[in-house]
């Protein structure tokens, strides 16, 4: 019975914190600091992440660089946090379809971004400021 009651218990928290929206993952007691990264990530242009509001509550979330095959510019990860933000505050919104322009989803991040973020410690911040993003737009 014991197990049972600490199953539930950690189930409902763990569905508590997946639905808290607008709350971030990571903050700078973990080493993150969220302002800096996107300092960096605004050298790497290209692309764009467009969102589209049905009026019947649907929402369409475009990836759009089809000359890389919508890999993720650090510009565009600074404009999906943005839409999610957006979506966040979307009152009327009911579902979200996710794509990519051109027939193609998206192959991951522009390289030449990653290479650029070379250092374990960009590296690790680049994560955690997409986990970030990608969490926040789960809830």
């Excluded at 928290?13 to 800096?36: A, I």
């Excluded at 960009?122 to 990608?134: H, I, K, P, R």
Aim: with cysteine; net charge positive.
């Amino acid at each position: 019975m014991a197990g049972n009651l600490l199953k539930t218990s950690s189930l409902s928290v763990r569905t508590k914190l997946l639905h808290q929206t607008g709350l971030s993952l990571y903050n700078t007691s973990h080493g993150f600091h969220e302002e800096d990264l996107k300092k960096k990530l605004q050298q790497f242009p290209g692309g764009s992440v467009d969102l589209q509001k049905e009026d019947s509550g649907i929402g369409i979330l475009t990836l759009n660089n089809p000359s890389k095959m919508n890999a993720f510019s650090g510009v565009m990860m600074l404009q999906l946090l943005e839409k999610v933000i957006e979506l966040e505050n979307w009152t009327e919104g009911k579902g979200l379809i996710v794509r990519g322009a051109k027939n193609t989803f998206s192959s991951g991040s522009d390289l030449n971004a990653v290479k650029a973020l070379a250092t374990p410690e960009d590296g690790m911040a680049l994560c955690m400021f997409m986990q970030n993003t990608l969490t926040r737009l789960m809830r």
